[in-house]
């Protein structure tokens, strides 16, 4: 790998000295097994899965349901289900429900529900309340272990709560990530945290290296922005350095106003994007293109790449932050920002015909390298504890 990559490594590691990340492996587990204890416990109570509890013998998976052998017509355990079948008894709204299947499907590769060759699902696990107490106790211990602020751990618990209400879209994820209208919440998710900091310092080692090799003011588009998570770390770079612009873009109007107050830079220009649709026409003259956490919801990831190396000058950069792997803590409330009015999200790659969010790592470089870039950044490193957290900064060059 490039100089550079050992530079944004260096930079990223110098930003959180004193964290121990050796643990983070075991820290990103317990927090996903709360959220699926989480998940077994609501769908045992509200669906199906969970009737019938009482077993005239044997452990989980043997015997047969007291209730079926008093002649009950409601099915017990034993019986197996289609997903869409739970997501009507969870009541989910017509747009939400290919989330049921996205859970068990999770819950499965777990060990916690079974399934059987027609694809329904049975025998879901029962927490016990001194298990989920254990697990409460444990994901504590994960978010001091990997730097995450109380928020984080609050909104994992409050997504839990706020199970029902989101998948009969009476509320929108918004209320889980801005409570009140604030961003504190969702600063802690995407900014105060070791990965985050990480990655984002990375990020800001690598505009400065574009920086100094500039011969001409910069021209900066950044997709997607959301909360400005990563231009806050990036726009201090640029301080005192000829910018002939920074174009923020996010498909929402709150956060454009929401960066407006922000951010307060001359050179910052605010215009609404949706990448599923059509980038800003202006080829070849972009010195770098951003976009942190926010490229995987493009329908074809091929497609946006391709679009973006046709707006980079020779030399230009592409910077990504992406997830590369969905864990089991963003169940409850990912997939609710990614459901369209239509049901699940569009996909055109080879996430098509599955719930797939994200790319993995040789995916993304092998997109990147299809679209005619070459990589220059992959980070962490292979080894370092930082990749269990399964975020990554990838750079490409035109």
Do not use: C, K
């Not at 990103?28 to 709360?34: E, K, T």
């Not at 769908?43 to 209730?67: I, K, M």
């Not at 329904?120 to 254990?134: G, I, M, S, V």
């Amino acid at each position: 790998m490039s100089p550079l990559n050992d530079r944004a490594d260096a930079a990223g590691h110098a930003a959180i000295a004193g964290a121990d990340p050796s643990g983070a492996a075991g820290a990103v587990h317990d927090l996903d097994r709360l959220i699926l204890l989480g998940l077994a416990t609501d769908l045992h109570r509200r669906t199906r899965l969970g009737r019938g509890t009482a077993h005239e013998a044997g452990p989980y998976g043997q015997g047969r349901s007291a209730a079926h052998g008093a002649g009950a017509d409601r099915p017990g355990r034993g019986a197996a289900h289609e997903a869409e079948v739970i997501a009507g008894d969870l009541g989910a709204a017509p747009r939400h429900r290919w989330i049921a299947g996205h859970w068990l499907a999770a819950l499965h590769e777990a060990g916690l529900v079974g399934r059987d060759a027609a694809g329904r699902y049975h025998d879901l696990h029962a927490p016990r309340r001194a298990e989920l107490a254990t697990a409460r106790t444990r994901m504590e211990a994960a978010r001091l272990a990997l730097g995450y602020p109380a928020e984080l751990a609050e909104l994992m618990l409050r997504s839990l709560r706020l199970l029902p209400a989101l998948l009969r879209d009476e509320i929108g994820v918004q209320t889980l990530l801005y409570p009140d209208g604030e961003p504190a919440t969702a600063e802690a998710v995407y900014r105060g945290n070791v990965i985050s900091r990480y990655l984002n310092t990375a990020a800001a080692e690598v505009l400065r290296d574009l920086a100094a090799r500039a011969t001409r003011p910069l021209r900066i588009l950044e997709l997607g922005a959301g909360i400005g998570a990563t231009t806050a770390d990036l726009l201090p770079v640029l301080a005192g350095r000829p910018v002939e612009f920074y174009l923020f873009t996010d498909l929402s109007p709150f956060f454009l106003d929401t960066a407006r107050r922000r951010f307060d830079a001359g050179f910052l220009r605010y215009a609404l994007l949706d990448i599923a649709r059509d980038l800003p026409r202006r080829p070849g003259e972009l010195d770098l293109v951003v976009a942190a956490t926010m490229a995987h919801n493009a329908p074809h990831i091929g497609r946006l790449l391709g679009q973006v190396a046709g707006l980079l000058a020779p030399g230009g950069r592409v910077l990504l932050i992406e997830t590369v792997r969905e864990h089991p803590q963003s169940l409850t409330s990912m997939p609710f920002a990614l459901s369209t009015q239509d049901g699940p999200p569009r996909r055109l790659d080879g996430r098509a015909g599955t719930t797939r969010t994200y790319l993995s790592r040789a995916e993304w470089l092998s997109a990147l390298e299809g679209s005619g870039l070459r990589v220059e950044v992959d980070l962490p490193r292979p080894g370092d504890p930082l990749t269990a957290l399964s975020q990554r900064l990838l750079v490409a060059t035109r």
